[in-house]
């Protein structure tokens, strides 16, 4: 199977770095006495610092002229069971990586003074959760893969329940279980698969494989119930907006900007190419779950009275667009899709950090409290417009060219997805312009009265997302050319999913002739 | 020559006493004896069958299964003497803290 | 190429200048970077005509925007003589409304702010005009939107300002929402974005029909009607109107440059644009005749009877898009084209000298608590009253020709529905007339009405913004003069060089028809005048009787056919109340927590029952294992 990867030539095992560096960092820190704890937050820093900065190779180094997964490392782990140790990245996973390592230190600068208790350990979670992260987008072993994915769980799951708000451990218990749920139902899967393909969780090679319908239908659904979850697609969603809302600030942000990427990233990585004979004959249903999902969520933002509520649902519309997106199975929908999780990561990552921001001085997450900030705060005013610009999917923002690429993708793939979903642009513009202007226009709530303005830690914070807002609306291509290679590739194994039947025929008349 | 199935009956005899002992007594103390005529009925048993069959490797696992006993017998004995300790009884009845 | 760079990105550069530094450096003096900016992108686009009228045009991409698969598409810009047309119309016009915004927006402490928004919409409107593909105009297009938003919630803190910003915005996504599926309609058939090929393989496609959303339609006639949604949103037509007259809350620059002048002109804009595919459907063209004719006709009854000055300004403007989209429908695109460019003179007048007005009565809208005021403002007078005649279709003036040529093609015109229109254009320019000069002479004439304190402080505006009306007034009179028709001896020369673009309109009429058209046409604009001159100035009481006569009318007039409650109460409110009992209540916390919640409760239940087994005691326990064991022992012996 080597030949299908191309080996990791930079000089040291990149992805192992990433991986292992944030969790060399979190043993770091165990060291720190607790009477110095103020050190763990520059030491977390300085850790998600440098992560980011050796993922920097990933990006200008990647070779955009193949599918194959790069950056490869492979060594045996449990010879007995065939599973191993195997890494690498292709164009769909390669951004989310980067993603990553950047969103990490904005939780990191996010949280300075927010986490006042437990400081040591907050800091733990997160770089374990960065480590976690960055392990399942990079792994081609499933065994691996199914490892990290559920590692992720528990420095999430103590986010919530224990830097939370006060309803916090319903919250965490409720993201506990629903994942945990999904997941289970996919490690079956992920045996099944193991023993049919012949004892193998190398996933290049079970993609090599074709797999028969029947077999390929249950697996789709063993997977679903995975990833749907995590998407979250309608109606497996009630869990994100408990989880948003409880989580602390940085928690938001990693489970909006890259925990919930991972659902449309196992459809992407697992199901499509594994199962594309079911993963066709599904696309009726999941495009229908998907436009389900973007009406249902952006209505229902129009009722909510809580700001952090109110993302949280608009996130279950923005994930529609990109399930959308996936599920219309051509070039402009799954690419749009891709970059549209990217997108989501940022735009709704930003939302969040904006919302920590005034969160910290307020404490108070209820739209009726806040009014007049822009006369209060007008950088922290320009950066949310930003941001709220994006969300709604403005020309030259970052949000418009995956949204226009999945309505394209989605429209050729089915009408009515394509103008059902277009709808869902209108409530967005409707629920966020209306939550702008609760926020920050009309007379000033004496409750935000006197605010400070944001200050240096949290410009710099916010900075980056406007940058990538732009740069990826105005110049996107920077980004899609990651792509083309390997959604093309993938788009051929989904839809010459048959090419395995198609030989056999084309042999048959070979022989006839 | 005494024959193998003598020496079972007296296994299962000293074992069902064992038992019967450990269901019916409510000391403590006499339970965990009756624990160990339970094993001693066992070791009676393996070596009458090391013996038959002339394998050394029976016996070896009653030198074990003493060396086991031993442990457990002071591990148990310590903490009989902390629930006694604790509840000032070694009745039986008495202890049900683990009730679901 | 790289000259005309500067037409658009002067502008961009100025607005980041003004963003970046204007709070805290530029303050005050930020207008300089704006004016100097847009003067700039001025000189540059004067060339440009130049350049056209020699005949050389320019279509050329700038870099690549986005690839994906084969949808490529591009910033890129096309100079032609319709372009170029629009650019002297969007730079002249915001030129003089920067210079005139000095003045009015002195000492507000957004100033800063106020100008940069200016700069970006100039950009932005200037992308629109230069694209050379559907996407970057939609990029414009947005652009704009966005920048009316911001600009007519300029005053944020007034939740009315803020209401009308985001009303606009809302409003224009759902024409949005049919222009971006037409967009999509249209790779999907040519495969591709770009005008020029689009434009070029429209006519093969004459014939196609398509299924939409299962039902087979005319492909060019669902392509044009869903770019003309768009239109209708962003040009406030018919039934999207609505956000237009709120959009007086911004300040009145904003509301001559953009909900005047520019912006709303879009619409008409892009079918011009598209004329190659409109013209290929005569259903097509019909909806946008008729719904021009219509709108144009609404608005100008609404227009009658409102008080206050900015919006009498916006209705007369819908009503003016109306009478744009009515000539394209005909298709008389380059009529159409010539009453945008000679309306922008005299539409951006009317509302600057609204706004003037409005400086020296210290933000009074209303029309009652005006009169008499030509002798404290004469300046703003004249030139108010010279932009009101060009309006009205006085002979001489610039709106005479265009609406001329207008009702003569819709008149003369193939169209079937060419000869109602006709009907309908010339009642309108009679109410035009009637509520125009009912606005000059409730303002100017007559004895003042407004408070003492009022009265005391009227004066004229200052100099820098008197100017500009002045400049504008020039053009409201003259800028007809370039399309003088050859019945009066001229030579019809912005038909003629418009020609390559948007063809030729057809006219089949003998010359005494067409004498007769213009004839009426006048008689209905001098009676206007006349009858506005009768009933508000020499026989007051007649408009007092009128309302009370024909209250019910009066009423629905005044409330604006109450379009925007049948809104509220069909769309707003019940989309809230969905939202609320239904989704929330309903959906999320009976059905689906329901059931998330209901599954681990009952297997909690279950465990509250079987755990009475656990009774604690260890002889239990033991005598249970021993059982277990003896049957196990049993069955092996039985067995």
């Not at chain 1, 710099?460 to 609306?473: N, Y």
């Not at chain 3, 049948?566 to 929330?584: D, E, G, H, Q, T």
């Amino acid at each position: 199977m080597m030949e299908q990867v191309i080996m990791n030539k930079l000089g040291f095992p990149i992805l192992s770095t990433l991986i292992f560096l944030p969790v060399a960092g979190a043993a770091l820190l165990l060291l720190i006495p607790r009477a110095k704890e103020s050190l763990a937050k520059w030491v977390g820093l300085l850790v998600s610092i440098a992560a980011f900065i050796l993922s920097i190779p990933l990006f200008t180094n990647f070779d955009k002229s193949t599918h194959l997964m790069q950056f490869a490392e492979r060594h045996e782990w449990i010879p007995a069971w065939n599973i191993t140790y195997y890494l690498g990245l292709d164009g769909i996973s390669v951004l989310f990586v980067l993603l990553s390592t950047l969103i990490t230190i904005l939780c990191v600068l996010i949280s300075w003074n927010a986490i006042k208790t437990k400081v040591k350990e907050f800091y733990i979670s997160i770089l374990i959760m960065e480590g976690a992260m960055i392990g399942v987008f990079c792994s081609l072993d499933f065994m691996l893969f199914y490892l990290f994915w559920e590692a992720m769980l528990i420095p999430m799951y103590l986010l919530i329940g224990v830097w939370g708000g006060p309803n916090r451990i319903y919250a965490a218990v409720k993201f506990f279980l629903y994942t945990l749920v999904g997941s289970v139902l996919m490690l079956v899967g992920i045996i099944v698969l193991y023993f049919y393909a012949g004892r193998t969780f190398d996933i290049l090679e079970l993609m090599t494989k074709t797999y028969p319908y029947n077999m390929q239908f249950w697996l789709f659904w063993a997977f679903f119930a995975a990833f749907a979850v995590k998407v979250p697609m309608f109606p497996v969603h009630t869990w994100l907006p408990d989880a948003h809302t409880e989580a602390p600030t940085a928690g938001s942000v990693i489970l909006a900007a890259v925990l919930i990427k991972m659902g449309a990233y196992g459809f992407l990585r697992f199901s499509l190419p594994l199962l594309p004979e079911a993963s066709r004959a599904m696309t009726p249903v999941m495009l229908t779950l998907s436009v389900i999902a973007i009406i249902y969520g952006a209505v229902i933002c129009l009722a909510q009275t809580d700001l952090k509520r109110l993302i949280a649902y608009s996130s279950v519309s923005h994930m529609g667009f990109v399930t959308l997106g996936i599920f219309a199975l051509n070039l402009q929908g799954m690419e749009g899709g891709i970059l549209q999780m990217i997108n989501h990561g940022v735009v709704t990552g930003a939302l969040f950090l904006s919302i920590g921001a005034i969160y910290d001085r307020t404490h108070t997450r209820q739209i009726a409290d806040y009014g007049g900030v822009a006369s209060v705060m007008p950088v922290y005013a320009t950066a949310f417009m930003i941001f709220t610009l994006a969300s709604i999917g403005l020309p030259a923002t970052n949000g418009f060219i995956g949204e226009f690429l999945i309505i394209l993708g989605g429209f050729t793939a089915n009408q009515w997805a394509g103008v059902l979903a277009a709808t869902g642009i209108i409530i967005g513009a409707g629920y966020m312009l209306w939550l702008y202007q609760r926020v920050f226009f009309m007379e000033v709530n004496p409750k935000v009265a006197g605010l400070n303005d944001i200050d240096a830690r949290e410009i710099i914070t916010l900075l980056p997302m406007v940058l990538l807002i732009f740069w990826i609306g105005i110049y996107p291509n920077t980004f899609l050319g990651f792509m083309h290679e390997s959604v093309n590739h993938l788009l051929e194994r989904v839809n010459s999913g048959s090419a395995h039947e198609m030989n056999i025929a084309k042999n048959i008349m070979e022989i006839l002739k | 020559m005494v024959p193998l199935n003598w020496y079972l009956m007296l296994s299962a005899v000293v074992f069902m006493i064992g038992v019967f002992g450990f269901l019916t007594r409510k000391n403590i103390i006499i339970m965990f004896m009756s624990v160990e005529l339970m094993l001693n009925g066992v070791n009676i048993s393996l070596i009458a069958f090391s013996h038959y069959l002339q394998d050394m490797r029976g016996q070896i696992l009653v030198f074990f299964i003493i060396t086991v006993a031993a442990a457990e017998a002071a591990i148990g004995l310590a903490i009989i003497i902390a629930l006694f300790r604790n509840k000032s009884t070694a009745h039986v009845d008495e202890m049900n803290e683990m009730k679901g | 190429m790289n000259n005309y760079l500067l037409i658009p990105f002067l502008p961009l550069a100025a607005f980041l200048i003004n963003i970046l530094l204007g709070r805290n450096f530029l303050k005050e003096k930020a207008h300089w970077v704006s004016i100097l900016a847009v003067a700039g992108s001025w000189v540059v686009a004067v060339m440009a005509l130049v350049d056209t009228m020699a005949g050389k045009t320019i279509n050329e991409d700038l870099y690549s925007w986005f690839v994906s698969g084969n949808f490529k598409v591009s910033v890129g810009f096309l100079i032609d003589q319709l372009t170029a047309v629009m650019l002297i119309v969007v730079t002249t016009c915001s030129m003089l409304i920067h210079i005139y915004s000095v003045g009015y927006m002195h000492g507000d402490k957004g100033f800063y702010r106020f100008f940069a928004y200016l700069s970006l919409f100039t950009f932005c409107m200037l992308m629109l005009v230069m694209a050379n593909n559907f996407l970057q105009l939609y990029f414009g297009w947005e652009g704009v939107g966005l920048c009316s938003y911001f600009l007519i919630g300029y005053y944020f803190d007034k939740k009315s300002a803020s209401d009308a910003g985001k009303k606009a915005f809302i409003v224009n996504r759902f024409g949005d929402f049919g222009f971006g599926l037409g967009i999509i309609m249209i790779f999907l058939t040519f495969g591709t974005v770009y005008y020029e090929p689009v434009f070029a393989q429209a006519g093969g496609f004459a014939n196609h029909t398509v299924n939409f959303l299962g039902y087979d339609v005319h492909l060019m006639t669902l392509i044009a009607l869903l770019l003309f949604c768009g239109s209708i949103g962003k040009s406030a037509q018919m039934p999207l109107h609505v956000w237009l007259p709120d959009a007086m809350e911004g300040p009145t620059p904003v509301s001559a440059l953009i909900h005047a002048a520019t912006m709303v002109t879009a619409g008409v804009f892009l079918v011009a644009r598209c004329s190659p595919i409109f013209s290929l459907s005569e259903t097509a063209l019909m909806v946008v005749a008729l719904t021009g004719a219509i709108t144009s006709l609404f608005a100008a009854t609404i227009g009658l009877v409102q008080n206050d000055i900015k919006r009498i300004i916006a209705y007369s403007t819908i009503s003016q898009l109306g009478y744009m989209f009515l000539a394209c429908g005909v298709g008389a695109y380059s009529a159409g084209v010539f009453h945008l460019y000679t309306h922008a003179f005299f539409k951006a007048l009317l509302f600057l000298c609204a706004g003037s007005v409005m400086h020296a009565m210290a933000g009074e809208l209303n029309l009652q608590k005006m009169g008499g005021l030509k002798k404290y403002m004469p300046v703003t007078y004249i030139t108010m009253l010279l932009a009101s005649l060009s309006i009205a279709g006085v002979p001489g003036f610039a709106g005479f020709f265009s609406k001329d040529e207008i009702l003569w093609l819709a008149y003369s015109g193939p169209s079937p529905v060419g000869k109602l229109v006709w009907g309908i254009g010339t009642v309108v320019a009679f109410l035009t007339a009637l509520y125009s000069f009912r606005l000059i002479f409730l303002t100017f004439h007559g004895k003042f009405r407004g408070t003492h304190e009022q009265e005391h402080h009227l004066h004229e505006s200052p100099k820098v913004m008197t100017i500009p009306l002045i400049l504008l007034c020039v053009g409201a009179i003259a800028s007809g003069w370039v399309g003088i028709p050859h019945l009066l001896g001229g030579g019809a020369h912005f038909t003629e060089f418009m020609k390559p673009v948007l063809g030729h309109p057809e006219g089949h009429g003998t010359h005494s028809e067409e004498w007769m058209v213009m004839a009426v046409s006048v008689i209905a604009g001098f009676s206007g005048i006349g009858l506005a001159y009768f009933m508000y100035l020499k026989r007051a009481d007649i408009p007092v009787r009128l309302a009370a006569r024909f209250s019910a009318v009066h009423k629905i007039l005044l409330n604006k056919y109450y379009v925007d409650e049948f809104y509220s109460f069909l769309i707003v409110r019940p989309a809230i109340w969905i939202a609320k009992n239904i989704l929330i209540g309903i959906t999320d916390a009976k059905i689906i927590e329901a059931i998330v919640n209901g599954i681990p409760k009952a297997i909690g239940g279950f465990s509250q029952v079987i755990r009475k087994v656990q009774t604690g005691f260890l002889q239990h326990y033991a005598t249970i294992m021993a059982t277990g064991i003896l049957i196990i022992v049993a069955i092996m012996l039985l067995r």
